[in-house]
T-cell receptor, first 119, second 115 residues
Framework: AQKVTQAQTEISVVEKEDVTLDCVYE???????LFWYKQPPSGELVFLIR??????QNEISGRYSWNFQKSTSSFNFTITASQVVDSAVYFC????????????????FGKGTHLIIQP | GAGVSQSPSNKVTEKGKDVELRCDPI?????LYWYRQRLGQGLEFLIY????????KSGLPSDRFSAERTGESVSTLTIQRTQQEDSAVYLC?????????????FGPGTRLTVT
């Protein structure tokens, strides 16, 4: 069965520091998708990125970057020059491919990392 | 356009009562998902709909939980004889199509407190 582990329960950094959120996953499938979501204090989950298992290219979007490494089953998320508005709970999630028999059975989420950016 | 909406935003109920939670997906989204988020925890998948059909109900925690969906529109999650362990935020998400590659758009959730 699939599993997502976010070992860091809470991280606190000072504004402008870089911070990396770790995500390690387990899956039987060779085809799967990985996601990151942000949950600010308001509570509504915000989609950040989707990555399929065949695309190991790192991605950068502004101050955000993602490092996908199949060899270590990791999909880490880095925020560069953090800002107070980045404070939120960040979730990593996994979805296995439909045709591999996993079914469209929703996303498997990690327990989240609470990121606190101090001014 | 309008996002996923859920109602009520907060619900306090007494143990043993039934509750009904509502989700309005983004218009045109065929897939709809329900999740539960307990305090300080990640999201736990409950059920998904493709149209008004629910192929996978394996995530429902007990037979006290049921869900239905009208066409490709509103869905309701019903919890009968609520227990204190049902206290959580219930999140609904919709997706343009069924399939694991599509991102899910989440609603603000319903915070359920069972006293």
């Amino acid at each position: 069965a699939q599993k997502v582990t976010q070992a860091q329960t809470e991280i606190s950094v000072v504004e402008k520091e870089d911070v990396t959120l770790d995500c390690v996953y387990e899956t039987r499938d060779t085809t799967y998708y990985l996601f990151w979501y942000k949950q600010p204090p308001s509570g509504e989950l915000v989609f950040l990125i989707r990555r399929n298992s065949f695309d190991e290219q790192n991605e950068i979007s502004g101050r955000y970057s993602w490092n996908f490494q199949k060899s270590t089953s990791s999909f880490n998320f880095t925020i560069t020059a953090s800002q107070v508005v980045d404070s939120a709970v960040y979730f990593c999630a996994l979805s296995e491919a439909w045709y591999s028999g996993g079914g469209a059975d929703g996303l498997t989420f990690g327990k989240g990392t609470h990121l606190i950016i101090q001014p | 356009g309008a996002g996923v909406s859920q109602s009520p935003s907060n619900k306090v109920t007494e143990k043993g009562k039934d509750v009904e939670l509502r989700c309005d997906p983004i218009s045109g989204h065929t897939a709809l998902y329900w999740y539960r988020q307990r305090l300080g925890q990640g999201l736990e998948f409950l059920i998904y709909f493709q149209g008004n059909s629910a192929p996978d109900k394996s995530g429902l925690p007990s037979d006290r939980f049921s869900a239905e969906r009208t066409g490709e529109s509103v869905s309701t999650l019903t919890i009968q004889r609520t227990q204190q362990e049902d206290s959580a935020v219930y999140l609904c998400a919709s997706s343009p199509q069924e399939g694991v590659s599509y991102e899910q758009y989440f609603g603000p959730g319903t915070r359920l407190t069972v006293t």
